[in-house]
């Protein structure tokens, strides 16, 4: 039975890596220590997060001020028009603002939304300095999740004690309010509801330097 139950697992994240075009959470550095604002972006793209969403540039433009902006999407042809991240650097190529967009469509899939709430928790708990309000939010959009892909846990797993009511950030995330804004000693969280054309709605998640 166990190792029926490693095979599906190993089954469903090579379909993940089919689907996204990711690769196995191996030879990865980790996030840089206290999140990616104010790191180089050369060493923010070796991270763990940029390779196994493989993360790939697509454009650059100036953004004023000195700063330019660059955009990366996954690979993966199915979802590379679903997500992006927008990153904000200065003239030394430090990032001062880093934003995940997912469109609406994406997370309230019911097959595929899995893969836009994986992408959204590993960006809440990677991007910023660790902080236990972002944990409750990513453990939130993490284990809410419900998908018409049979969902492998481990044994002993237990699912962690989540808020009630939810946390006005989730239920942003779940499109019940447009915005929710934190600010911390040196940086800003902001996640919010953009409306765009016909089913091109989109939720924008960002963390920048104050």
């Known amino acids: 039975m166990a190792s029926s139950i490693l095979r599906r697992g190993v089954a469903l994240l090579a379909a993940a890596g089919a689907i996204l075009g ?7 550095a980790a996030a840089p220590a206290g999140g990616f604002l104010n790191h180089p ?3 923010v793209e070796k991270s763990g997060f940029f390779n196994w969403f493989n993360l790939a540039e697509t454009a650059r433009a100036p953004a004023g001020g000195g700063l330019t902006k660059i955009v990366f999407r996954p ?5 590379h028009d679903l ?9 030394k190529s430090s990032i001062v603002r ?3 967009v997912l469109k609406r469509s994406f997370i309230e899939n019911p097959g595929n939304g899995i893969f836009a709430r994986d992408i959204a928790k590993s960006f809440i708990l990677d991007a910023p300095p660790p902080d236990s309000y972002l944990q409750t939010l990513a453990d939130e959009i993490r284990y809410n999740a ?3 892909h049979p969902i ?3 044994p002993g797993f237990k699912r962690p004690k989540l808020p009630e009511p939810p946390t006005a950030g989730y239920q942003t995330f779940i499109g019940r309010r447009k915005v929710e804004r934190k600010k911390f000693a040196d940086w800003v ?5 953009e409306r765009g054309a016909a089913g091109s709605d989109a939720l924008r998640i960002s963390f920048e330097q104050s």
């Not at 690979?75 to 979802?79: A, E, L, N, V």
């Not at 997500?83 to 003239?91: I, M, P």
């Not at 969280?189 to 509801?193: A, K, L, R, V």
């Open 22 to 28: 990711i690769g196995a959470r191996v030879a990865t």
């Open 41 to 43: 972006l050369a060493e």
């Open 75 to 79: 690979t993966g042809p199915k979802f």
């Open 83 to 91: 997500a992006l991240v927008e990153v904000t650097v200065d003239s």
């Open 98 to 100: 880093i934003d995940l």
């Open 146 to 148: 419900t998908s018409s």
């Open 152 to 154: 492998i846990v481990g």
């Open 189 to 193: 969280f902001e996640i919010q509801n």
